[in-house]
């Protein structure tokens, strides 16, 4: 019997640190929960910053432990970080827009194949904890993802932006009745995404919601590859 609790443990608590891999039975070991806690939300743009791209604030540098962190729980299926996640996207939220504003989250949708693929989609699940951890937050799903080409890299920036744009399509009941709520209520909209990298993603989304007639006035993630201001 007690071979199988410790068993049935295994499969429950993590046996590593997400963010060092080091022993720990919790997501973060305290090493990396503590060194986390000081760091301040910022403002954050890459360079350049394509156009339409809302105010953008993020944790991080995409680097170290919250990288490894954000792979584990986004590839590696550790789902037991997602508290953790959350709690750091709700420190950005915080930065961005003010506690007594209340807010209305849009994840940026994963396309099916990831969804299969991570047993579920990880920032529908990080916004949900973002929202349960502050008042007057909810989450709105105005997005939904389409199949995306293999590989951009060749293609220039512009062409790139027209390429992400086509990756989103709006959901056009939930698109409405978000843009009710918004306009009765005066909530914040706000982009919820894991990484800020080029940024085109997260202005092809922007922009998406424009066309319902839908204004995002930030957006917010966990890590950026870039630090800026």
Known sequence: MRLLVAGLMDLV??????????PSARALCQRC??????????????????????ATFALAAYAGSVRRAIVQYKEKNRHEVTGVLGSLLGRVLERAVPPAVPVVLVPVP???????????DHMLRLARTVARGRPGTEVALPLRALPRPDDSAELTAAQRA????????????AAAA???????SGAAVVLVDDIVTTGVTLAAATYRLGEAGITVDRAVAIAATQRRR
């Open 13 to 22: 608590l993590p046996a590593t640190c997400a963010g060092c891999d080091g």
């Open 33 to 54: 929960s503590v060194a986390l806690a000081g760091v301040v939300p910022r403002r954050t743009s890459p360079d350049p910053a394509p156009a339409g791209l809302p």
């Open 110 to 120: 994963s396309t099916a194949a990831a969804v299969r693929r991570r047993h579920g």
């Open 162 to 173: 027209a390429a992400a744009r086509r990756a989103f399509a709006l959901r056009p009941r």
């Open 178 to 184: 978000m843009r009710t709520r918004v306009a009765c």
